[in-house]
């Protein structure tokens, strides 16, 4: 039993997992977060894909070209406000990462954690009889038949890693997903048998309660001021200054206003993206797992009673302003391949979340320069798919039972 007090900024899905994993180490754990309650940000309505076998960093050779292609486009998977300097230097580290060995390597990480997410999750669910909604599952589909040879050039990588997956033909596709519409035209798709749909929000939740039980304190409504370099354990929380052992920042984009003081290389920028929530009419009519439309990147989930459909990546822009581009393009997808699953005319939930993402589209899991001062952020466009596995490592390092050198990928650098 270590005893170390540990503070842990931020509760959406990262920070809930990590005070849970730290809590079971032995650690004593305080998460701090100014919302009301857990999730209520990025983790709040996202896409739910848990998919070791897609999991992509941002930063793929492919996404520029289509960064480009995609700004005059009547619907679009990117969108881009006119581009601040902060912006264009970011896409310039981002170009550099991209580079393929570099998206290999981030890619391989990225794999890796979702897999052990997937892992923990059901040991989590099964062992604490969570309820999470839940499908089992992932169809990704190409529209067209260059883009569909292209992924099928990756998949000898995946049959090394274990993931197992399946081409499928139209006839296949109907088979797995029979309320699919089937005169959308498309070349095929892969089918990944063992990803899956989960709520996250949902999860989130519960874990909290179990991080309770095993002693975790949660303070609500309670901002923490950016951290000082001379003391970063030394926080400043609604003006009361508190003290700790260990301070872990799992903050999503709120972390650069936290770290802004300390000058750590963590060029973080927000991206956008949207989901819209709509309770299922008739279930024969909606999808059974859940599908990613690979030319629009947005998704197509059940959870429970009700359809998620999520996406786009919007650079700029202001955080509350939705935009009618985006949320035009959500429709489409939907119509095109589910046109009977909700009822359009009732009240449809549409959300605007930031992703936390670094240049490199992975995220940053470890220590840092400072004694005592940990990271668990930058998680992107997967911080759900990531979230137990991150939590698993960091807690890991902490109570060294892990070396950071298993994880260089990961590291602050
Ligand atoms: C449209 C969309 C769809 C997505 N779909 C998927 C998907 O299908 N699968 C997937 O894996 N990922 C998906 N993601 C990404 C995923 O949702 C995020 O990566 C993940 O939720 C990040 O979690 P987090 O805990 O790091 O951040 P957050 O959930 O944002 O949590 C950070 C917390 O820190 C708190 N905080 C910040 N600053 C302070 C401060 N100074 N004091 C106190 N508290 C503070 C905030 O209040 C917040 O609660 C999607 C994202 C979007 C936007």
Same mark, same amino acid.
């Given at each position: 039993?270590n005893?170390k007090?540990?503070a842990v900024?931020?509760?959406?899905?990262?920070g809930?997992?990590?005070?849970?994993?730290?809590s079971?180490?032995?650690?004593?754990?305080?998460?701090?977060?100014k919302?009301?309650?857990?999730?209520?940000?990025?983790?709040?309505?996202?896409?739910?894909?848990?998919s070791?076998?897609?999991?992509?960093?941002?930063?793929?050779?492919?996404?520029?070209?289509?960064?480009?292609?995609?700004?005059?486009?009547?619907?679009?998977?990117?969108? /881009?406000?006119?581009? &601040? =300097?902060?912006? !264009?230097s970011? @896409?310039?580290?981002?170009?550099?990462?991209?580079?393929? #060995?570099?998206?290999?390597?981030?890619?391989?990480?990225?794999?890796?954690l979702a897999?052990?997410?997937?892992?923990?999750?059901?040991?989590l669910?099964?062992?604490?009889?969570?309820?999470?909604?839940?499908?089992?599952?992932?169809?990704?589909?190409?529209?067209?038949?260059?883009?569909?040879e /292209?992924?099928k050039s &990756? =998949?000898?990588y !995946?049959?090394? @890693?274990g993931?197992?997956?399946q081409?499928?033909?139209? #006839?296949?596709?109907l088979?797995?997903?029979?309320?699919?519409?089937?005169?959308t035209?498309f070349?095929?798709?892969?089918?990944?048998?063992?990803?899956?749909?989960?709520?996250?929000?949902?999860?989130?939740?519960?874990?909290?309660?179990?991080?309770?039980?095993?002693g975790?304190v949660f303070e609500?409504?309670s901002?923490?001021?950016?951290?000082?370099a001379?003391?970063?354990?030394?926080?400043?929380?609604?003006?009361?200054?508190l003290f700790?052992d260990?301070?872990?920042?799992?903050?999503?984009?709120?972390s650069?206003k936290?770290?802004?003081q300390?000058?750590?290389?963590?060029?973080?920028?927000?991206?956008?993206?949207?989901?819209?929530?709509?309770?299922?009419?008739?279930p024969?009519?909606?999808?059974?797992?859940?599908i990613?439309?690979e030319?629009?990147?947005?998704?197509?989930s059940r959870?429970?009673?009700?359809?998620r459909?999520?996406?786009?990546?919007?650079?700029?822009?202001?955080?509350?302003?939705?935009s009618?581009k985006?949320?035009?393009?959500?429709?489409?997808?939907?119509?095109?391949?589910?046109?009977?699953?909700t009822?359009?005319?009732q009240?449809?939930q549409?959300?605007k979340?930031?992703?936390?993402?670094?240049?490199?589209?992975?995220p940053?899991?470890?220590?840092?320069?400072?004694?005592?001062?940990?990271?668990?952020?930058?998680?992107?466009?997967?911080?759900?798919?990531?979230?137990?596995?991150?939590a698993?490592?960091?807690?890991?390092?902490?109570?060294?039972?892990?070396p950071?050198?298993d994880?260089?990928?990961?590291?602050?650098?």
């Amino acid at each position: 039993m270590n005893n170390k007090k540990v503070a842990v900024i931020g509760a959406g899905i990262i920070g809930v997992t990590t005070a849970y994993e730290l809590s079971l180490k032995g650690f004593k754990v305080t998460v701090f977060d100014k919302n009301q309650t857990c999730s209520e940000e990025s983790s709040f309505a996202n896409g739910g894909v848990i998919s070791p076998g897609y999991i992509t960093p941002w930063a793929s050779p492919a996404i520029f070209k289509r960064l480009m292609q995609e700004q005059f486009a009547k619907h679009a998977s990117i969108l /881009m406000h006119f581009p &601040s =300097l902060e912006t !264009l230097s970011w @896409l310039g580290k981002s170009i550099k990462a991209s580079k393929s #060995e570099r998206y290999w390597r981030h890619r391989q990480a990225l794999q890796k954690l979702a897999l052990m997410t997937q892992k923990r999750l059901k040991e989590l669910v099964q062992s604490l009889g969570i309820e999470v909604e839940q499908s089992q599952g992932y169809n990704v589909i190409y529209r067209s038949e260059r883009h569909l040879e /292209m992924a099928k050039s &990756s =998949l000898p990588y !995946l049959t090394d @890693l274990g993931i197992p997956f399946q081409i499928l033909d139209k #006839e296949g596709l109907l088979q797995k997903e029979p309320a699919l519409e089937s005169d959308t035209p498309f070349s095929g798709a892969i089918h990944f048998p063992e990803d899956q749909i989960a709520n996250c929000r949902q999860f989130a939740l519960a874990l909290r309660d179990e991080a309770e039980k095993l002693g975790v304190v949660f303070e609500f409504k309670s901002n923490v001021e950016p951290l000082s370099a001379d003391n970063p354990k030394r926080l400043v929380v609604n003006s009361k200054p508190l003290f700790f052992d260990h301070v872990v920042v799992c903050s999503g984009i709120g972390s650069v206003k936290l770290l802004n003081q300390l000058s750590l290389p963590i060029p973080m920028t927000p991206v956008y993206g949207y989901s819209m929530t709509a309770i299922i009419k008739e279930p024969l009519d909606a999808p059974r797992c859940g599908i990613l439309d690979e030319k629009y990147k947005v998704t197509i989930s059940r959870q429970g009673n009700r359809i998620r459909v999520g996406g786009i990546m919007e650079f700029g822009g202001e955080p509350k302003a939705q935009s009618p581009k985006a949320i035009q393009t959500l429709y489409k997808v939907l119509e095109d391949w589910f046109p009977k699953a909700t009822d359009m005319g009732q009240q449809i939930q549409v959300w605007k979340g930031a992703r936390a993402m670094l240049p490199k589209g992975s995220p940053i899991v470890g220590q840092t320069p400072f004694d005592g001062l940990w990271l668990n952020l930058g998680h992107g466009s997967s911080g759900w798919a990531t979230s137990c596995g991150s939590a698993q490592v960091l807690s890991g390092m902490m109570a060294q039972d892990i070396p950071d050198t298993d994880w260089l990928e990961l590291a602050l650098n």
